[in-house]
């Protein structure tokens, strides 16, 4: 969940501003379907976001296993042993697998429910054998 929320910021939000700017400077400008370079070049605020936000998600994920969204929350994610956790664990089997899975109907909603069972683990700390601490 906080995931989605930094890339709206980080991400979407550049896009909306710029579709807003350009469709209020090709109003006022009179230069109506001509905005396509205008629209480009803000539009790339977009892209320099996922830019930043990948950068800040493997700094953080390297250092202390945590996301920006869980930085932001002081959470973090770690081995069930207590020990850190690698970038590939949490890219390849938090993410990669556990998003390959998600294609079975109603995974998402299983695999968040199992965070109330007695480990607090949900599907895809089970698959990456992890759980997530206070940091």
Known sequence: ME???????MVYMPFMV??????????????????????LA???LGIVGFIVWCWLT?????????TIGKKILGIKVVRTDGSPISLGRI??????VNGLISI???????????IFGES???VHD?????FVVKA
Not at 18 to 39: D, E, S, Y
Not at 58 to 66: A, D, F, H, L
């Open 91 to 96: 890219f390849w089997l938090r993410n990669v």
């Open 18 to 39: 710029a579709a807003i700017m350009v469709g209020a400077i090709g109003r006022a400008t009179g230069i109506g379907n001509n905005v396509g370079p205008l629209f």
């Open 126 to 130: 089970k698959i990456a054998d992890t």
């Open 120 to 122: 607090r683990q949900c």
């Open 58 to 66: 493997i700094k953080y994920v390297r250092s202390n296993g945590q």
């Open 42 to 44: 803000i539009g790339s």
């Open 3 to 9: 995931v989605a929320l930094v890339i709206a910021v």
């Open 104 to 114: 079975i109907p109603l995974y998402g909603i299983i695999d968040a429910l199992f």
